[in-house]
């Protein structure tokens, strides 16, 4: 069975930076490219970054791209995220790309003030 957890959201002030981590377990991160995921207050959850299965170059959304870095390490997905902007602001995700709809965690949340 598929578990997500997510950690290491929090309270940053803009320009600052956060790294997420998401600790996965049932092979998910072997078996199926891995992505983040961002919901904003009121809005609908997207995909913001994906790294793929095979190990080639990640791929992120426009409003990430150069400022955010998604790894794994065995089976813990990260999301270093830097120069953070009050845009920022969501609840954060991870599951595989595309994803399991029943796996879903609680995400993590990150707040950034300006």
């Known amino acids: 069975q598929v578990q997500l957890v997510e950690s290491g959201g929090g309270l940053v002030q803009a320009g600052g930076s956060l790294r997420l981590s998401c600790v996965t377990s049932g092979g998910i991160v072997s078996a199926r490219a891995m992505g983040w995921y961002r919901r904003p207050l009121g809005l609908q959850r997207n995909l913001i970054a994906t790294l793929p299965r095979g190990g080639d170059a990640a791929v992120y959304a426009d409003s990430v791209k150069g400022r955010f870095s998604i790894s794994k390490v065995n089976n813990i997905v990260y999301l270093q995220m830097s120069n953070l902007k009050p845009d920022d602001a969501a609840d954060y995700f991870c599951?595989?790309?595309?994803?399991?709809?029943?796996?879903w965690g609680q995400g993590t949340r990150v707040i950034v003030s300006s």
């Open positions: 599951n595989s790309v595309p994803p399991i709809d029943s796996s």
